[in-house]
């Protein structure tokens, strides 16, 4: 399994040269185009959409990458997520492989695991930890970017534009995060999504999300700034879902969907028992791909049910452990409006296609 990314070279290499993919792009058996099909589409607030999948944030490093991805079937790709100020990557290597097959369960989070270069066989294999600490290229490079990636989206497609706020940047993380939202949708972002749940940061923004008065906060200032663009955010996983519960009902009045869930934070070694990643405040990274499937699937769930209880109108957008077609066809049955794949659809850029192929005419 050749993925896109080539994780022995650094994010600026992947940035400038990939994606890697040579393979063909399949065709497109869309149920909704051609002779004797119906027009219906999935609806995405006023989007028209061809099927209800996508890429989270963080693989579609530019316009190329979701160029391709766009073009392989994925209809609704999340831009890579940017910030107010130009934000080196941490050094490479920052993604390593993961050598465990079952699943992480509530237990275990947050305890060592061990990371290699072992490469995976099959979908079922494939669990990473990745840490590049929200990298983003100045305002004026990734706005100019954006307006090119739009241009890439063909019909029944939208893109998900994903901020995040910057402590010490020269204004309160408040005002910050409304600042990059405004200049998201000043570069024509058509949604806009919110990272609260980064788990490589050392800086304090990647907890916001389990902080209802805070992230609530930011949320309803971001919402006032960006008007009628829809407005997502992005949470990790909570073991305890009335906590979860707590951080949607703050939110709730201000958001119109929310996504979930970012990586799982576990202290990363290698076979010798050293700090797997180069440089400080790296040993803990964040766990993705298989093994955190159920915890996932089960966070998807337990939105549904909050959304339900409360007659909530935001959208669920599952993320995490979606490995095959089953997989996402799993995570819409248990409530998410729409779902995306990170880790997998890096290994297997045709997952888009296996989904169209197997569940065109049951979701799309
Ligand atoms: C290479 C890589 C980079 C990521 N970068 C971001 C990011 O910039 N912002 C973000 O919100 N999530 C980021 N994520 C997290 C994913 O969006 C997703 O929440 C997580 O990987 C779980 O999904 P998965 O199991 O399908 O990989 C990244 C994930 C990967 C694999």
Redesign the pocket.
Known sequence: MKPT?DITKSYDWNYENGPIFTGKIPERKNPHRGAGHSAKKFKLWDFELNSPIGV????LLNSNWIKLYAELGFDIPVY??VRSVYRECHPNPN?IYIQRRDQLTEDEIGADIVGNFNEPKNSREIT?T?S?G?PSKSPQEWMADIEKANSYMGEGQVMIV?INGTPGSGTDIVSDYVRVAEMAKEAGAKIIEA?Y??PNVSTGEGSIYSDPEMSAKISQAIKKAIGNVPFMI?LGNFKNPAKLEEVAKANAPFVDGIAG???IKMNVYNEAGEQALPGEGRLGSGL??NA?HDI?QKFTENLAKIKRDNNFDFIICG????MTADDFAERLEGGADIAM????A?WNPLLASEFHEKFGDKFN
């Open positions: 990314y989270p944030a963080g693989p890579k997520t993604c990473i990745n590049f929200v994903s990272n749940s980064c992005k869930i970012n990586t993705c791909g955190i996932a993320v995490g452990g979606i794949s990170a880790t997998a890096m």
